[in-house]
């Protein structure tokens, strides 16, 4: 039986679990506390969010597509007990809670994607008890490197990967998005009491989650087929080369090959 084709979020959250549990940990969560995950894709970090606020607390992830739900109920929606883990259908722009439900807010990889981004931080802070924390997580803010030794090409394939997102991201790139998340925080009158960055380091041979993510999301599908026309024939020949995994040059295969890539959080206090 043809295995189903693995989630790029869930190859992401993979490739960063090491560093995630990491950063989880040091946010000190109470135990018991009750949180809510805003855009949980697969469910991986709601998993681990409530793993961290052990069996008497409660975390709840939402995504806007049924769809997702299922998938993350699928895939971790059985390791907890109900109550402490549960998915649902929800808007990040109109959450479906009482004011001041939870101890804590969450968001990763999610707030570059939502365009109402004052509305949504609004929500996270009218469902959040007084005092109580909105964490966001994203993924490079600074540059991430896969093709180390080829700056000029990662440089113009990260460019044209900028571009081709701008069909989503509306104005700005998920790029520029995301680096104007401290802004977006501070607009909506929140204080921002922390802002740091991980730099996760993965050198040859690759653990196998890391193999995969490269692999798979960034070269087969973020630099893939659909930057081909943003790109000049030459970049593209080289890309193949380095990116391909029939290549006889394919860059995973060098014992000298390594990657860095950067996760920031930043917390801010109701």
Known sequence: MTRPEVDPLERMNRFQEPEARALIADLGLAEGSRGLDVGCGVGLYTLWLAEAVGRRGRVVGIEPSAERVEAAR???????????????????????????????????????????TGRALAEFTRVLRPGG???VKESQ???????????????RLRQ????????????FSFEERRQRTLASLRAVGLAVESFQTKILERRAPLPGAARDYIQHVVFERNWG???????APGDWEQRSALCDMDSTTFIL?????????PISILVARR
């Open 74 to 116: 699928a895939l971790v929606g059985h390791v907890l007990p109900a109550p402490c883990l549960e998915f649902r259908e929800g808007d990040a722009t109109k959450i479906d809670a009482p004011d001041a439900t939870f101890d804590w807010v969450w968001c990763g990889d999610a707030l570059h994607h939502v365009q109402e």
């Open 253 to 261: 295969n060098d014992p000298d090959y390594y990657c860095l890539y």
């Open 133 to 135: 924390r909105i964490l």
């Open 160 to 171: 044209a990967e900028m571009e081709w997102s701008r069909h989503e991201g509306g104005e």
């Open 225 to 231: 087929p659909r930057l081909r026309d943003l790109l």
């Open 141 to 155: 803010l600074l540059h991430g490197l896969f093709l180390p030794g080829h700056p000029v090409l990662e440089r």
